[in-house]
């Protein structure tokens, strides 16, 4: 049984920082891509940002040069470094891990809301 669990949501006045965790229970966090997603009600889940389990690093256009994803594969956690928050950036951001060969396994987080204020 595969679990991720977030934590570093929260509030935020425009301009601040966030860093959002994300800690693997199981096996496979060596072998999966680890990637963050975000939805806003109603809305689909795009793609915040991705790593591959070689370290090889894919961002959303709109968080270039704000948003830093990493990951520890002793801790088994995935990171994303948030700065220059604005309030364009208020979803709930998802942690999701996936096989790096197609269709093997694909895991989602709970979800963890981060609301940025004006």
């Known amino acids: 049984q595969v679990q991720l669990v977030e934590s570093g949501g929260g509030l935020v006045q425009a301009g601040g920082s966030l860093r959002l965790s994300c800690a693997a229970s199981g096996n496979i966090f060596r072998l999966s891509a680890m990637g963050w997603y975000r939805q806003a009600p109603g809305k689909q889940r795009e793609l915040v940002a991705r790593?591959?389990?070689?370290?090889?690093?894919n961002y959303a256009d709109s968080v270039k040069g704000r948003f830093t994803i990493s990951r520890d594969n002793v801790k088994n956690t995935v990171y994303l470094q948030m700065n220059s928050l604005n309030p364009e950036d208020t979803y709930v951001y998802y942690c999701?891990?996936?096989?790096?060969?197609?269709?093997?396994?694909?895991?989602w987080g709970q979800g963890t809301q981060v609301t940025v204020s004006s």
């Open positions: 999701n891990a996936q096989s790096m060969i197609v269709g093997l396994w694909n895991y």
């Open positions: 790593i591959t389990n070689g370290g090889s690093t």
